[in-house]
Each structure stands twice: as C-alpha cells, then as structure tokens.
C-alpha cells in the first residue's frame, strides 16, 4: 500500500503564522495546523521591521513538533505577503530584519520617483502593476535615496519567503509569484526589468534566479537538520505570494471563472494566459500578478471586511457573535445609505463609525444610527462595489464569466455571499476558507509528482469540501442602487 506524503506548509499574514500538515489520501486533500504564533511589528528607530528571525524560529518550532510527533514530513513550502524583501551580505549573513511595507519611509515617494526617475505611465507600460506606495520598487527607491546602509552593501535582495527558504537552504532563488508584486518585473518576459533596476541602483544579479511554483530550491542545511531532528528534506518554492497560493486552491473546473479572496481587503480577479495592460487597466488601477503554470492574476484591491471589522470595535452594545449582529442589519431597509468602500475617508480613520456618518451626511443621504444600520450600509455597499469591479472585469476578460468564486475567511459570510450573487447577477460559490494553505500544500504535492497540473490540483480540492453555492435573484433594487452608487465619489 502507498504511504501517504505529508507536506509541511508554513503561510505567514501580516499579523500572524501558522505551520500546516497537509496530505492527499483517496483522491482528497487533509490539513491540521500544527502550530499557530503572532508575527509581530518592531518599531524602532522611527522605523517598522519585520522579525525574520523570530519567523524562523517558529518554522523551526514547527517542524520540532512535526518530528515529536512522527510525522513524516515529504517536503516544506512557504507563502507570505507580499512586496517585502531581505538585504544579504557578501558573507551571506542577513544584513539587518527586513523594513516592513507599513514603515513611512515611503510616504509620498511614488511622486518623487516619477519626477526624478521614470514616469508613471511607463512604469506601468512596463509591470501592468497597481500602483501603491509601498511596493518594492518604491521601498528601494526610498532606501536609496536615504542612503540605507543594509542595501548600499547588499549582494543579494530576497523577497520574504524566499529569504526564509534561504535561511533553511542556503539556496537563494527569487520566485516568480513573490516577484511579481514588486512593480520590478516585466510579466511578458516573465523576469525582472533591467532598466526598473537600474533606476534604483541594482541588477539582476543581486537576486536569485527566477523560479518558478512547484520547484525544489534544496535540502535543508546540516545545521537545519541537526536542530529539528530530520533529514536531507526538499524545500519546494510553492507560490510565495499567498495570494497566489489562494488562487491556485480555486475549485474551479474551467477557465470561465473569477474570484473574489475576501478578507480585510477583498482581492476580485480573473486567471489570464496573459498580462492584460493597457489604457483601460491603467486608469482603473488594476493589477497583473504572478501566478501558477504560467498565468496571470488580473486583479483589483478592493477595501474589504476592513471596514466593517473597524466598526466592529467601536460598537459598545452590538452582539458579540457576527451571525447576531448580521442577523440584526438584515433587519434594517436596504440601500437607504451607501458609501464607497475605496473612498481615502475609510483608509485608515480615527473613527470609522464617524467617517461612515460624515460620508452620509456630505452626500446627502440617510445618517445611519446604531450598528444594525451601519453594518448594513457597509454589506450593501461591498455588493454594489463588487459588481463596479467585476463589470470591468467582464469588459476586459476576453471571455465570458460564468460564476464567481469566492475564497478565504470572508467566504463563510452568508450575507454578503447572497448580495453579492445577487449584486453581480451571477452564481457564487463560496469556499474554501483555507484556500492559501491549500494552494501551498497542493504546489508541494505538484513537485513530489502527486498530481500533475492546476486543474488534477483543483479537482481534488473540489473533491475534499462542500461549496456553498448562492443563485442570484437580481432586481431593479439592486438596480437603481447601482445607479446611486457609481455617482458616489
């Protein structure tokens, strides 16, 4: 009988981590977090870092508790954030923790740059990627400016989990996924532009070479080994974008799909052959990443369940539970007040509640009251937003978009899920929760050869959970609300 491989995923958020045991046995995919640890800003110095040591460590934790208990670890894949990257030495020393994107060495740097280096149209000519003050070509640039010694002596730049992989490899490799949300690499030819690198003072050679999803960059090192109790075990570049794992765990079975990965921010998108950029993509700021076997993720940001989760704390006497406080807002009329979720006032407001209020009141509608209102405004405002952004998507796809999948922690939103359905005039399926961890653990069992390509990988993950599914029932409610909507600033 074949023994089953167990695959160690370690997914990594900007506020916590979690290692993973994932396997695949009858044509199913099974996971169970093995341990879970808090991924803690250091502010010092005026500055925010990261605590890459302390991520190592617990990587370290984790594969301790993997072998106590006997598991059998096949292989170890690990997927991050985003953008953020790690300075290494001549000596191969880590030269300084890595900046994190929060850190406001950034701030109004984007202009800045466009004036004294390449202009903004070009540069998107160049990447197709949204611009946001904190992507890696910005963060370099601003460190260069500053004169930052990590990397006037650096040798090599490694985004976040390869730097990780590197630590327990030795092997340094510059994964295509992780790289493409630099604004530094070029997604036509698929490696990094030498003249956006030059604007900063780099090369290609102070990165890893390009590597793509489901590919061994080595063996755990003599040290790694001796400190966990294991062997000579691959690490698989999965990809390190998490984002990009999510997708991959999309449990779709054909191209005709897009995707809503909803959290505190929700991400809507569609899986492309190729880049799409041009003058339509650029004025609504839309973005071209990295993603499995080849594709691209055409994509959008859209400020998700931040806000409500903001509102959330503020609300002394709402219910504690979310399924009583929805419950509550269903209560209340729709589409009395609307707001625009990407509106600068919801970015990052002393009070939430009194910027929802404010915004209400400045575009003269109804101010909503206690929480049952707002969390109602908020649920039929994302719908209204959502079907703005998959109306461009539908413009700009090139085939039809025949249901829409929606993936992470928002998925289990019931509500929402139905406006949403009902917003878009399409069928939502929601699940699964899990889909990052999935994503990496399905691209570790692709480089065992346990499965052959992304559609063998989602139809086991298909195969290994229930989808919620939501019918729309489209009005001419949803209608003239639409209308309201797009006239909001």
């Known amino acids: ?39 803690n800003l250091i502010e010092t110095g005026n500055h925010f870092y990261w605590d890459i040591y302390a991520l190592y460590n617990e990587i370290v934790k984790g594969l301790k508790k993997a072998v106590h208990r006997g598991i059998a670890i096949s292989s170890i894949g690990i997927d991050t954030w985003g953008v953020d990257f790690v300075c290494v030495g001549k000596d191969g020393a880590l030269l300084r923790n890595p900046l994190a994107y929060r850190d406001p060495h950034t701030a109004g740097i984007m202009d800045d740059y466009f004036r004294h280096a390449i202009d903004k149209k070009t540069v998107y000519g160049i990447t197709g990627i949204q611009f946001m003050n904190f992507n890696s070509l910005f963060q370099l640039y601003a460190m260069r400016k500053n004169g930052d010694t990590a990397l006037e002596h650096a040798e090599k730049i490694l985004f976040v989990p390869d730097a990780l992989s590197y630590m327990l490899t030795g092997k340094a490799v510059c994964e295509y996924t992780i790289a493409s949300t630099s604004q530094l690499l070029d997604p036509r030819t698929k490696q990094l532009d030498s003249r956006l690198l030059e604007s900063v003072g780099l090369s290609a050679r ?35 974008h998490d984002t990009a794992s999510a997708v991959a765990a999309v449990p779709a079975h054909d191209e005709h799909f897009a995707y809503l990965s909803s959290g505190t921010w929700s991400l809507m998108g569609i899986e492309t ?42 609300w002394a006497n709402a219910p504690a539970s979310h399924a009583e406080l929805q419950a509550e807002a269903m209560k ?8 625009n979720p990407d509106n600068e006032a919801f970015a990052n407001p002393a009070s939430m509640v009194a910027a929802i209020r404010d915004y209400c009141q400045a575009t003269g509608q109804h101010v909503p009251g206690g929480h049952a209102e707002i969390c109602r405004c908020i649920f039929d405002s994302l719908a209204l937003r959502y079907r703005q952004v998959f109306g461009y998507l539908k413009e700009m796809a090139g085939f039809p978009i025949k249901a829409l999948h929606i993936i992470g922690g928002g998925s289990r939103n019931n509500y929402l899920n139905q406006f949403t359905a009902d917003s878009l005039d399409v069928q939502v399926l929601a699940g699964p929760q899990e889909s990052t961890a999935l994503g990496n653990i399905m691209l570790q069992a692709k480089a065992s050869g346990e499965v052959k390509d992304i559609w063998e990988m989602r139809r086991i993950i298909a195969g290994s959970l229930e989808l919620k599914r939501f019918e729309p029932n489209h009005t001419d409610e949803w209608d003239r609300a639409y209308d309201r909507f797009v006239k909001l600033p």
Request: proline content about 2%.
């Open 332 to 339: 209340q009329p729709a589409f009395r007040s609307l707001i």
């Open 273 to 314: 052959r190729d880049a799409i950029i041009n003058e339509d993509s650029y004025q609504r700021n839309f973005t071209n990443e990295g993603g499995i076997e080849g594709t691209s993720r055409f994509l959008k940001n859209i400020c998700g369940m931040w806000i409500y989760e903001r509102c959330r704390k503020e």
């Open 1 to 39: 009988m074949k023994e089953n491989k167990h695959f160690f995923a370690v997914d990594l958020g900007a506020t916590s981590g979690r290692t993973i045991i994932g396997s695949l046995a009858n044509g199913k995919i099974n996971m169970e977090e093995l341990t879970r640890f808090d991924n």
């Open 206 to 240: 102070h990165f890893g070479k390009m590597t793509n999803p489901a590919t061994v960059i080595g063996t755990l090192t003599e040290e790694v080994q001796r400190m966990t109790g294991l062997g000579a075990i691959p690490v698989v570049a999965v990809a390190g």
